[in-house]
């Protein structure tokens, strides 16, 4: 059973940095992403890595958040820079595509102004 579990949130000022981590268990190697939640909106993508390294990033948020990962470890970081009030949210980590059965409890990102 695939187990992930998102840590590294909290409350920081705008144009802060935080560095998001998810440690992956049960699960080889796969296609990682993450996604984030902000009230009364839906869930959406943030940035994904592949297998091999490839990343991609959301195009608005492309220049201030990076996605990486350490195979030794089998986590997935999120790098988040210059942080915005906007960019509060919910932070989870998921596969890419996302499975139903893989949301974990996330870790809330608060930025205040």
């Known amino acids: 059973q695939v187990q992930l579990v998102e840590s590294g949130g909290g409350l920081v000022q705008v144009g802060e940095s935080m560095r998001l981590h998810c440690a992956a268990s049960?699960?080889?190697?796969?296609?990682m992403a993450w996604y984030r939640q902000a009230p009364g909106k839906q869930r959406e993508f943030v940035a994904r890595?592949?297998?091999?390294?490839?990343?991609s990033v959301a195009n608005d948020l492309r220049g201030r958040f990076t996605i990486a990962r350490d195979y030794d470890k089998n986590t997935v970081h999120l790098q988040m820079n210059n942080l915005k009030p906007e960019d509060t949210s919910v932070y989870y980590c998921?596969?890419?595509?996302?499975?139903?059965?893989?949301w974990g409890q996330g870790t809330q990102v608060t930025v205040s102004s």
């Open positions: 998921n596969t890419y595509p996302p499975q139903s059965n893989n």
């Open positions: 049960g699960t080889n190697i796969r296609a």
């Open positions: 890595i592949s297998i091999t390294g490839v990343t």
